[in-house]
C-alpha cells in the first residue's frame, strides 16, 4: 500500500502549436514532451533552447513517435502552474523556430539546388559562346582579307576607268577644240564662196586657198551671212549647255507649271501646246513625261538636232511665222521660257497680242525671263548671254497682259538662289538686302484668255 501511495501521479496533456500537434505526459516532476512528424533538424531545438535559464533539454526516440523530449524544470522555479505555463509558452516559440529553420533550410537547399543547375547551364552556355565568338572571328577575319582584297581589285580597276576616262577626256577636249575649228572654217569658207559670187571673180588669196575681197574683210564683218549665223547658232548652243544646266536640272526648275498647263488644256478640250523658242526641248520633254501634246519651234538649228534626237516634235522655224500662221482658238498653252529678253520690245507686244487670237478660250499664255530685281542677275548674270538685247522687268510685261486682254494676270517670282536662306537666318543682315542679292532670279507672268 505504501509503494503504491509513493508512486508519483501520470497525467497527460495535448496541445496545438501553430501546425505542430504536441502531446505530454507528466509524472511528478518529470514532464515529457512528444512532437508528432518532426523534422530531421529538431535536434536544433536544444541549441535554440540553451539560453533558457530554468530548462534542461534532452532528446530521446521513441518507438512509436518520431521525436520524443524529455525536459526537466528546475527545482527552483516558483509554483507548478507558472513552471508548466512558461515551459509550455518557451516550447511553442522554440518549435515555431525550429519548423520557420526546416521550411527556410529546405527551400535554400532547393534553390541551392537550381541555382547550381542555372551555373552548370550558365557554364555551358559560356563555353558555347566562347566558341562561337572564335567561330565568328576567324570568320571575320577572312571577311575582312576578302573586303580587302576585293577592294584593292576594285580600287586598281577604278584607277585604270579615271586614267583610261581622264585620257579619253583629254582627247574628247582636243576632239571637240578640232571639230569647232573645223566647223569655224567651214562657216568661213561659206561666206567666202557666198560672196565671191556676189562680188565677181576678184579677191585677194591670202595664201590658205581661200577667196576672199575686200568686201569680205571689212563690208561683211559681222553681218548675218549664211556660213556666220550658222556659226553663230553653233556659239550659242554651246553656251547654254555651258551656262543654262543640265536637261534634268531644267526640266525640275519647270515642273512648277504643270498644274496651270492641265489645268487649262483641261478647259480648253485637251488642246495642244505650243513652246516658243524651244531650245533643247526640256520642256517638250517633261510634258511628253505627263501625257501631253505639244510642239516646238526655235531658229537654233544644232538645239533642234538635240531636241529631234529625242523624238521631240519640233521645228527650225521662226516662231513669229509660227503664230502668224496658227488658227484662232486652236491652241491651249503657248509658253515662251527666256524669250523676250532676245526680242525687241514691239516683236514681244506683237506676241502677246497675237497669243490671245490663237489660244482658246481658258488658254494661258507664259512669259518667263530673268528677274533683274535681283541685283546679282540684273548686274552679271544677265549679260553672260551676249544674245540678250535688253530685260523687260515685271511691270511691264503685267502692263502688256492687261492691255492685250488677259484675265487673270499672275505675276509669280521664281528660284531664288541657294544662299537666301543663309543670309535670311543671320541676325543682323537686312532681309531685304538679302532678297536684293539672293531672292527670286526668275519671273513668269501667266495671263488666262477669258472664257466668252
Known amino acids: 500500500m505504501g509503494g503504491k501511495q509513493n508512486q508519483p501521479k501520470l497525467s497527460r496533456a495535448c496541445y496545438t502549436i501553430g501546425d505542430v500537434a504536441v502531446s505530454t505526459n507528466k509524472t511528478g516532476k518529470n514532464l515529457q514532451v512528444i512532437i508528432a512528424d518532426a523534422p530531421p533538424i529538431l535536434t536544433r531545438l536544444q541549441a535554440l533552447t540553451a539560453a533558457e535559464q530554468h530548462l534542461s533539454v534532452s532528446w530521446v526516440d521513441h518507438p512509436e513517435e518520431s521525436v520524443v523530449s524529455s525536459v526537466k524544470s528546475d527545482s527552483t522555479i516558483g509554483s507548478r502552474s507558472t513552471k508548466k505555463i512558461g515551459l509550455l509558452k518557451s516550447l511553442e516559440r522554440n518549435v515555431l523556430a525550429l519548423f520557420k529553420l526546416g521550411r527556410i533550410e529546405s527551400i535554400a537547399k532547393n534553390a541551392g539546388g537550381q541555382v547550381q543547375l542555372a551555373m552548370t547551364r550558365i557554364d555551358q552556355i559560356a563555353k558555347d559562346l566562347e566558341r562561337v565568338a572564335g567561330d565568328?572571328?576567324?570568320?571575320?577575319?577572312?571577311?575582312?582579307?576578302?573586303?580587302?582584297?576585293h577592294g584593292n581589285s576594285i580600287r586598281s580597276k577604278i584607277g585604270d576607268v579615271l586614267l583610261v576616262a581622264n585620257e579619253q577626256s583629254g582627247r574628247s577636249s582636243a576632239y571637240h577644240a578640232e571639230a569647232a575649228r573645223a566647223f569655224s572654217d567651214l562657216s568661213h569658207r561659206l561666206d567666202a564662196l557666198t560672196i565671191k559670187a556676189i562680188s565677181g571673180p576678184?579677191?585677194?588669196?591670202?595664201g590658205s586657198g581661200l577667196a576672199k575681197t575686200q568686201e569680205s574683210i571689212i563690208g561683211n564683218a559681222g553681218k548675218e551671212t549664211e556660213g556666220f549665223?550658222?556659226?553663230?547658232?553653233?556659239?550659242?548652243?554651246?553656251?547654254?549647255?555651258?551656262?543654262?544646266?543640265?536637261?534634268?536640272e531644267i526640266k525640275n526648275r519647270l515642273r512648277i507649271y504643270l498644274p496651270d498647263v492641265k489645268a487649262a488644256i483641261g478647259r480648253t478640250g485637251m488642246k495642244t501646246a505650243l513652246d516658243l523658242g524651244c531650245g533643247r526641248g526640256e520642256?517638250?520633254?517633261?510634258?511628253?513625261?505627263?501625257?501631253?501634246?505639244?510642239?516646238?519651234?526655235?531658229?537654233?538649228?544644232?538645239?533642234?538636232?538635240?531636241?529631234?534626237?529625242?523624238?521631240?516634235?519640233?521645228?527650225?522655224?521662226?516662231l513669229l511665222q509660227v503664230l502668224q500662221e496658227a488658227e484662232g482658238n486652236s491652241i491651249s498653252v503657248i509658253t515662251a521660257h527666256h524669250v523676250v529678253e532676245h526680242l525687241d520690245f514691239p516683236q514681244v507686244a506683237w506676241i502677246a497680242r497675237e497669243a490671245i487670237r490663237v489660244l482658246a478660250p481658258g488658254g494661258i499664255l507664259v512669259f518667263e525671263t530673268p528677274n533683274v530685281r535681283n541685283m546679282i542677275v540684273g548686274s552679271t548674270s544677265f549679260?553672260?548671254?551676249?544674245?540678250?538685247?535688253?530685260?523687260?522687268t515685271e511691270p511691264v510685261l503685267q502692263v502688256l497682259f492687261d492691255a492685250v486682254g488677259f484675265f487673270p494676270v499672275e505675276v509669280r517670282h521664281l528660284h531664288p538662289h541657294e544662299k537666301l536662306a543663309q543670309y535670311l537666318d543671320k541676325p543682323n543682315f537686312d532681309p531685304e538686302l538679302a532678297y536684293l542679292l539672293f531672292g527670286a532670279q526668275d519671273v513668269a507672268v501667266i495671263g488666262r484668255k477669258i472664257v466668252e
Open 136 to 149: 565568328v572571328g576567324k570568320l571575320a577575319g577572312d571577311v575582312d582579307e576578302k573586303i580587302e582584297a
Open 202 to 206: 576678184s579677191h585677194v588669196d591670202d
Open 229 to 248: 549665223s550658222a556659226f553663230m547658232d553653233f556659239f550659242y548652243h554651246r553656251l547654254e549647255n555651258r551656262l543654262r544646266g543640265s536637261r534634268l
Open 283 to 318: 520642256w517638250l520633254e517633261l510634258l511628253r513625261e505627263e501625257g501631253i501634246a505639244a510642239k516646238g519651234v526655235d531658229l537654233n538649228a544644232p538645239q533642234i538636232a538635240e531636241a529631234k534626237g529625242v523624238g521631240l516634235d519640233v521645228e527650225n522655224r521662226d
Open 383 to 392: 549679260h553672260n548671254d551676249p544674245t540678250h538685247i535688253k530685260p523687260i
